[in-house]
């Protein structure tokens, strides 16, 4: 019975549990921060987002600077060569107007000397003074082509050339195997190693069959 009783007393026991002390900042854990507002985190952000504008609105400013700075190298370039290409073209047509001046100079006092002759007449009833006279101003004309570089085309062999011969009439022979230059009808010129005036001549061909 006493140990019915013991169970009866303790089943209505109960057990202590003693309250823990609470802990205070600074013995361990880390201090709680503190919650802000959400008017707080809107302001903060708000002024964020400003500063972020503000920094590229500075660097717009600049790109622009220096996009303008770029344009204006541009056209300042554009308008050089512009005034560039027309000089060049107006010295151009310059030269090309007044590059053969020296040359007519020269040309002017052969013509001096064929008018003097033409004026003066035959000396001589043959002739030879005049004749003399004529060849002098041939010379004359013939050292001023030499001197500009201009030679006359010599017929070293009478093969025909078309490099150099133009053929003005064309004849059969059985005397040929080849294209032969029988006459020269006009003298051909060179200019330094550059054709200037073909020879004109009259070629011989193999007669057919």
Do not use: C, W
Not at 167 to 175: G, K, R
Not at 184 to 209: A, C, F, I, N, S
């Amino acid at each position: 019975m006493k140990d019915e009783k013991d169970k009866d007393k303790g089943g209505d026991e109960i057990e202590f549990v003693p309250e823990q002390p609470s802990r205070t900042e600074g013995e361990g854990h880390a201090p709680v921060p503190e919650k802000k507002e959400p008017e707080e985190k809107a302001g903060e952000a708000a002024k964020h987002l400003k500063e972020k504008l503000k920094k590229k609105e500075a660097e717009l400013k600049h790109l622009k600077k220096e996009l303008d700075e770029l344009k204006d190298a541009h056209l300042r370039r554009l308008a050089d060569m512009e005034n560039l290409r027309k000089r060049f073209e107006r010295e151009k047509a310059e030269f090309q107007q007044y590059a053969l001046s020296g040359l007519l100079l020269e040309l002017l006092d052969i013509g001096d000397n064929f008018e003097r002759a033409l004026q003066s007449g035959p000396a001589e009833t043959d002739g030879k003074t005049f004749r003399e006279g004529v060849e002098l101003i041939f010379r004359m004309f013939q050292s001023l082509l030499a001197r500009h570089g201009v030679r006359p085309i010599v017929l070293e062999s009478r093969a025909f050339d078309p490099k150099f011969h133009h053929a003005m009439t064309v004849a059969e022979s059985d005397q040929v195997r080849e294209p032969t230059v029988e006459a020269e009808l006009q003298k051909g010129y060179l200019l330094h190693d550059r054709l200037l005036r073909p020879t004109l001549v009259k070629v011989l061909v193999p007669k057919k069959g």
